[in-house]
């Protein structure tokens, strides 16, 4: 069963930082493409930032303020969040892709205070 553990989540500030995680196993990090979702109250499922290999890309809404990463010897992925804003509450969700199979983790709840 493919799971993906993810961390990091709380209650920040605006203009804080938070960095949240996702493990997974070797056999699925070595090969899937990694990326970070998110979802607010009433909004719809949204990129955040995807990694390929060493390839990014980030949704226009965190360009410059959000970095995702990756680090092969503990197969874990992080997003590193800085800059945060109100309209960054939401949760977040770990995703793992190749070809047709696709994987989610449970979701990190960020929360942003004004």
């Known amino acids: 069963q493919v799971q993906l553990v993810e961390s990091g989540g709380g209650l920040v500030q605006a203009g804080g930082a938070l960095r949240l995680s996702c493990a997974t196993s070797?056999?699925?990090?070595?090969?899937?493409?990694m990326a970070w979702y998110r979802q607010a109250p009433g909004n719809q499922r949204e990129l955040v930032a995807r990694?390929?290999?060493?390839?990014?890309d980030y949704g226009d809404s965190v360009k410059g303020r959000f970095t995702i990463s990756r680090d092969n010897a503990k197969n874990t992925v992080y997003l590193q969040m800085n800059s945060l804003r109100s309209e960054d509450t939401a949760v977040y969700y770990c995703?793992?892709?190749?070809?047709?199979?696709?994987?989610w983790g449970q979701g990190t709840q960020v929360t942003v205070s004004s």
């Open positions: 995703n793992a892709v190749r070809g047709p199979y696709e994987y």
């Open positions: 070797p056999d699925i990090f070595s090969v899937y493409d």
């Open positions: 990694i390929r290999g060493w390839s990014t």
